[in-house]
C-alpha cells in the first residue's frame, strides 16, 4: 500500500458539485468570482443542490420553503436558555442542538429522498437561528422572530441584533456566505460523506461536519486570525510581530493552502469588502494591520493569504462576536455539506480506507500473573 499522509493529493470520489482546477473554484461550473459579484445565498443553495441556477418562480417558491422553516422547536429554545451559555465555545454548543434537532424532526430517519431534501431544507433554515438564539440569550436578550420579507443574510443579522441591518452589512454577510458555501471534498464535507456513507442520517452527517470545522486547522482560522490581529493592535506592531513568528516557526493564521498553490481566489473578495468596512466604521487599522501582514508575509514567504484572513475583519466590522465567526462558516458551509450528503446517498458506496501498520508483529501472548 502507498501512504499519503494526510491523503494529499488523493481523488476520493466523484463529485459534480464544486471543483478546484488551476487555481479556480466554482461551484457546479460558475466561476466563484461571478458568484460573488451576482448571486443570492438562497441561489447559490440551490445551485448546489439542484445543479442549476433557479428560474425566477423557483427562487421565489425555495425562499418561501427556507422561510417557513425558520423556526426553532419550544424544546431546543428551552435547552438552549438552560444551557451554560457564558462557559461553552459556540461550535461546542453548535454541534449539540443540531444533534438535538433531529429528536423534534418526525422524518429523522427517513432515508428517501424526498424526506432528505425536506430535511435539508430544514436544516439551512434553522441553523442561523440557532446561531442567533444563542447570542441573544447569552446577552441576556430575547430571540428575535425572523422577518419572512427579509433575505437569508439579513435575517441572520436582523435576528442577531434585533435592529434592521444596513444595505452594505447584507451586502457583505451574503457574499461571505456564498464565497464559503462549497469547497470540493475539504476536511468537514469529507467527514460528512465518511458519515453518512454508512447510511446514517442527514443530522448525524451535519453533526460529524460541524465537529470538523471547529478545528483552528479549519474553520476555527478566522477566529484566531482575529486572535492575532487584536494582539498585534498596531500596524506598527506588524513586521516585529511577523518576523518572531516566522523565526520561532509559529503558524500565521490565515495564511497558506493545502490545495491552492497561487493564492485563494475567494480572499480578493473579502479584502475589498473589509476595505469598504473598516473605513464605513472607522477602524482603517484593522485593515492596514491586515494588509501589512500580508504584504510582510508574501515578502518573506511567498505565501498569500486564504478565505479566512480577511473574514476576520468583515464579521468584526459587522459587530459580531469573534467566537461566533465558526458558527457563521457553518452557517454558510452546511449548503455544501448537505449538497454533498445527498449526493453521497445517490449510488453510495461504503468509505472505508486503510492504514499502514507501523506497530510490533509476532507478539507472543504472557499471562497476567507472568508479567514484569
Not at 461550473?29 to 447559490?44: H, M, T
Not at 515578502?299 to 466590522?317: G, L, T
Request: glycine share 4%; with cysteine; net charge negative.
Amino acid at each position: 500500500m502507498t501512504l499519503i499522509r494526510g491523503l494529499e493529493g488523493i481523488v476520493a470520489t466523484v463529485s459534480s458539485i464544486s471543483s478546484i482546477i488551476d487555481d479556480t473554484l466554482t461551484y457546479v461550473g460558475y466561476d466563484i468570482d461571478v458568484l460573488a459579484e451576482n448571486a443570492q445565498f438562497e441561489e447559490v443553495i440551490f445551485l448546489l443542490w439542484f445543479r442549476r441556477l433557479p428560474k425566477p418562480e423557483e427562487l421565489q417558491d425555495f425562499k418561501k420553503k427556507l422561510t417557513n422553516e425558520m423556526v426553532l422547536p419550544k424544546e431546543v429554545v428551552d435547552f438552549i436558555r438552560n444551557s451554560p451559555l457564558q462557559e461553552v465555545h459556540p461550535m461546542t454548543f453548535l454541534r449539540s442542538a443540531i444533534s438535538m434537532l433531529a429528536m423534534y424532526d418526525k422524518e429523522a430517519e427517513f432515508m428517501d429522498e424526498f424526506a432528505n431534501l425536506r430535511k435539508s431544507i430544514r436544516i439551512q433554515a434553522k441553523i442561523p437561528l440557532i446561531v442567533t438564539t444563542f447570542q441573544r440569550l447569552r446577552k441576556g436578550l430575547e430571540p428575535v422572530e425572523i422577518n419572512p420579507e427579509y433575505s437569508f443574510a439579513k435575517n441572520f443579522l436582523y435576528t442577531l441584533t434585533g435592529k434592521e441591518p444596513s444595505d452594505i452589512a447584507e451586502q457583505a454577510l451574503n457574499k461571505a456566505l456564498v464565497l464559503h458555501a462549497d469547497h470540493e471534498l475539504n476536511a468537514s464535507t469529507f467527514t460528512a460523506r465518511v458519515c453518512v456513507a454508512t447510511l446514517s442520517d442527514v443530522y448525524s452527517g451535519i453533526t460529524s461536519a460541524i465537529g470538523a470545522l471547529k478545528g483552528p486547522l479549519h474553520g476555527g482560522a478566522n477566529e484566531a486570525v482575529m486572535h492575532m490581529l487584536s494582539h498585534i493592535g498596531d500596524v506598527s506592531k506588524v513586521d516585529q510581530f511577523v518576523d518572531d513568528a516566522i523565526n520561532n516557526k509559529m503558524k500565521i493564521m490565515g495564511f497558506g493552502h493545502r490545495v491552492y498553490r497561487n493564492g485563494d481566489p475567494r480572499a480578493k473578495h473579502l479584502k475589498e469588502m473589509s476595505s469598504k468596512l473598516c473605513k464605513l466604521t472607522n477602524q482603517d487599522n484593522l485593515y492596514e494591520m491586515s494588509s501589512r501582514i500580508e504584504s510582510k508575509v508574501m515578502e518573506i514567504k511567498n505565501i498569500p493569504p486564504n478565505v479566512d484572513f480577511y473574514s476576520a475583519s468583515v464579521y468584526h466590522c459587522l459587530e459580531i462576536d469573534h467566537d461566533l465567526f465558526t458558527p457563521i462558516f457553518a452557517i454558510s458551509r452546511t449548503s455544501g455539506w448537505l449538497a454533498h450528503i445527498l449526493e453521497q446517498y445517490d449510488g453510495n458506496r461504503l468509505i472505508r480506507p486503510r492504514a499502514d501498520y507501523s506497530g510490533p508483529i509476532n507478539q507472543k501472548w504472557v499471562n497476567l500473573e507472568e508479567r514484569k
